[in-house]
DNA sequence: CTGTATCCTGCCGGATACTG
DNA sequence: CAGTATCCGGCAGGATACAG
């Protein structure tokens, strides 16, 4: 079933008392930040927010996502407990995915990344302009 | 030279007006998110967040980083005018590495949520184990 | 509609060696 | 120290087919 299963060795982090710092290799808090900001996780999330969605609502919302990922990527929120799943036994299917609570605070912070970002790109698209000039006459 | 070049094919994003939606495929924005949330970019933007740095520290601080690695991702991230590179022409030589303004605001937001995050895990780890434990005896 | 199973490929990224 | 060049294995992830 192709999971992402986190299988941290033995130690949880390093012995310092940071508890799990993010920084260091094999700590927990790792996995779930990639989970997070990943690829397909941040623009996921992001979309959660706004409101609660179904797979293929999210499909077309979150642009480019394949089926796969986005099964996958929905999987790894969910048991992280950042997003809820709520099936409706009905005929044809309906599932409608919800950021929890915890999801919600996690995704308020990202959002508040991905509209800066998109707030900013002026500024960034100049930047490479001048980065790739002065490549270019090197 | 293994270069990350974005590449947008020939429009910036999709006919909205919203510039620079994060949310579709082929907007400039989304290859600046990755770079900057990307496995690497986060935990660099948040090194360095702390304070300058230079390549070697940064290495260390970065557990787990491969040398090609951090090399693309300050390549990435100074080309987007996040990061600027201080090179003093002595020998040995000594390069360091330190936020832009601008690298600076993408870095506290960044910081925010990697902080909420590595504060969160015991209940992230808790969510895991209910999740688990529930698949366990389907 | 909401997914899972399978196959296959590109490229991500680690290891290693080398340069200034 | 601060990187670049090269090789190459593994896996992310797309396409497709199928199931409930």
Known sequence: MDEITTAAP???C?????AFDV???SCPSRRTLENVTGRWGSLTLGALRESSL???ELRRRVDGVSEKMLSQTLHALERDGLV???AQPTNPPRVDYELTPLG???ADRLLSLIHFVEE???AVLDARQSYDAAR???
């Open 14 to 18: 390093d012995g310092t008392d940071l």
């Open 84 to 86: 809820h799943r709520e």
């Open 104 to 106: 919600r605070e996690v």
């Open 23 to 25: 920084f260091s290799r």
């Open 10 to 12: 033995t130690a949880p």
């Open 54 to 56: 179904r797979f293929n």
């Open 120 to 122: 900013r790109m002026p």
């Open 136 to 138: 270019g006459t090197l």
